[in-house]
């Protein structure tokens, strides 16, 4: 069984955390404070998880799943994920992570620059378009009428179809969008960002979370614009 490790549990690490015990993945969970700050979360979780520092996550994870801000970015261990498939869960907020010119200039996206910092691992951006109360609302089993589907990007075949069984395994279908440079589809500011998973209210995080299957997904990744 494929061990799932978190440089970052907060809201969308720790929902995901608690997705992939759900489905019988074991976790190693880290974050910037200590592993003594995720006693809690790992009281939860039960015997499947565990707290280490973010180097020792790295090493653990035969899946690792990056979640801290953009700002925070250069933080994240090279060595220890090397070869290894990184699912990126990045967006980019000017106010909390500063400024990133090329960004702002739209010459490289996030996601790209993650997989700039790990040049021998496999990036693969997921989850960022979604609200961690509708992340956790959402999954449903294989073949259900009413499965979301989550985007994902990346530049390694064998890296994204690792993510997209990930997926289906937590509750969820995919739609591949593309290489990292197409992330930027699914980013803040685009269709497919928050509202996609709220029946497109106007303050996605006051709704409980509303499926949206891969058509509906694929659609809004069409309509986006630069």
């Known amino acids: 069984m494929t061990t799932v490790a978190f440089i970052g549990s907060g809201h969308i690490g720790g929902t995901l955390a608690r997705l992939a015990v759900a489905a019988g993945y074991d976790v190693v969970l880290s974050n910037s404070r200590g592993p003594e700050t995720l006693r809690e979360l790992v009281d939860?979780?039960?015997?499947?998880?565990?707290?280490?520092?973010?180097?020792?996550?790295?090493?653990?994870?035969?899946?690792?799943?990056?979640?801290?801000?953009?700002?925070?970015?250069?933080?994240?261990?090279?060595?220890?994920?090397?070869?290894?498939?990184?699912?990126?869960?990045?967006?980019?907020?000017?106010?909390?992570?500063?400024?990133?010119?090329?960004?702002?200039?739209?010459?490289?996206?996030?996601?790209?620059?993650?997989?700039?910092?790990?040049?021998?691992?496999?990036?693969?951006?997921?989850?960022?378009?979604?609200?961690f109360v509708h992340l956790r609302a959402l999954p449903r089993p294989s073949g259900a009428a009413d499965r979301s589907a989550l985007a994902v990007a990346g530049d390694d075949a064998d890296?994204?179809?690792?993510?997209?069984?990930?997926?289906?395994?937590?509750?969820?279908?995919?739609?591949?969008?593309?290489?990292?440079a197409d992330g930027w589809r699914y980013q803040p500011g685009t269709p497919a960002y928050g509202g996609l998973y709220a029946g497109d209210t106007e303050n996605f995080w006051e709704s409980p979370g509303v499926p949206s299957d891969a058509a509906s997904v694929q659609e809004k990744l069409d309509a986006a614009r630069r």
Do not use: C, M, W
């Open 159 to 180: 890296a994204k179809a690792e993510a997209i069984t990930f997926l289906d395994r937590i509750g969820y279908d995919a739609v591949d969008a593309g290489k990292l």
């Open 44 to 131: 939860e979780l039960g015997p499947k998880a565990r707290a280490a520092t973010a180097a020792e996550a790295a090493e653990a994870g035969d899946l690792v799943v990056v979640s801290v801000p953009l700002g925070a970015y250069r933080q994240v261990p090279v060595e220890p994920l090397a070869g290894k498939t990184v699912l990126d869960t990045n967006n980019y907020y000017p106010d909390r992570d500063g400024v990133f010119p090329e960004l702002d200039a739209a010459t490289t996206t996030s996601s790209e620059l993650l997989q700039a910092h790990l040049p021998t691992s496999k990036v693969v951006k997921v989850f960022n378009n979604i609200y």
